[in-house]
């Protein structure tokens, strides 16, 4: 079954400190990568996209993910955080193959002054 | 989110109360999703069409249904509510290009069954 998975619900740490969020999904042939950022009581944010060609990926505000086909991953990194960085953040995988995107189940970041 | 409309924004629903979730996008999308979303459990898809006239369920469907009768709409039907669908729903719609995917989110609609 096609599954994502974010292994730390909640991540709290100091600002301008780095950070990583991970997330690994079921294997497939072809997949395509996205992470979304929700702000407090607002919808869903485009932070960055993966869908060929050089596996590390540059977002918006900073963000970057690295595409590890061997491993099923798309880890989602920032080297130095700040407060305005406090959100959720969810992965999400497009399986082509049945045209389904599938959300993780989500990483609060909260970040400390 | 542009391009993805939700109607309505907001809604409170007796228990047994049916009601119809409209998602609009005129960005000629192929495909079009409906989510949910609960504390900790992330965007679960309840249902989704890769086509105008085709359904198909996604993680969680039961007690909604859904219709693409245009291309461009996605209706989520609840036909008796339960406190249980007390949450945010989510509309999607997406496309593969040539140049590349695009998927756009509606901004939601919160739903109370009370």
């Known amino acids: 079954a096609q599954s994502v998975t974010q292994l730390d619900s909640q991540v709290p740490v100091f600002e301008e400190a780095p950070v990583e969020l991970r997330c690994n999904y079921s294997?497939?042939?072809?997949?395509?990568l996205f992470w979304y950022v929700q702000y407090p009581n607002q919808g869903l944010q485009l932070l960055l996209k993966?869908?060929?060609?050089?596996?590390l990926v540059k977002g918006i505000n900073g963000f970057e993910a690295e595409f590890n086909k061997s491993q099923t991953s798309f880890h989602l990194r920032k080297p130095s955080v700040h407060i305005s960085d406090t959100a959720e953040y969810f992965c999400?995988?497009?399986?082509?193959?049945?045209?389904?995107?599938?959300f993780g189940s989500g990483t609060r970041l909260s970040i400390r002054p | 989110n542009a391009g993805v409309t939700q109607t309505p924004k907001f809604r409170v629903l007796k228990t047994g109360q049916s009601m119809t979730l409209l998602c609009a996008q005129d960005?000629?999308?192929?495909?079009m999703y409906w989510y949910r979303q609960d504390p900790g459990m992330g965007l679960r898809l309840i249902h989704y069409?890769?086509?105008?006239?085709?359904?198909a369920k996604g993680e969680v469907p039961d007690g909604y249904n859904v219709s693409r009768l245009k291309k461009q709409n996605f209706l989520l039907g609840l036909e008796s509510a339960a406190p249980s669908q007390t949450s945010v729903y989510f509309c999607?719609?997406?496309?593969?290009?040539?140049?590349?995917?695009?998927?756009?989110f509606g901004q939601g609609t919160r739903l109370t069954v009370v």
């Open positions: 069409s890769v086509g105008e006239g085709t359904t």
């Open positions: 999607a719609s997406s496309t593969i290009r040539q140049d590349g995917l695009e998927a756009f």
């Open positions: 294997s497939s042939v072809s997949v395509y």
């Open positions: 960005m000629n999308h192929e495909y």
């Open positions: 999400a995988v497009l399986y082509s193959s049945a045209s389904k995107i599938i």
């Open positions: 993966y869908l060929s060609g050089s596996t």
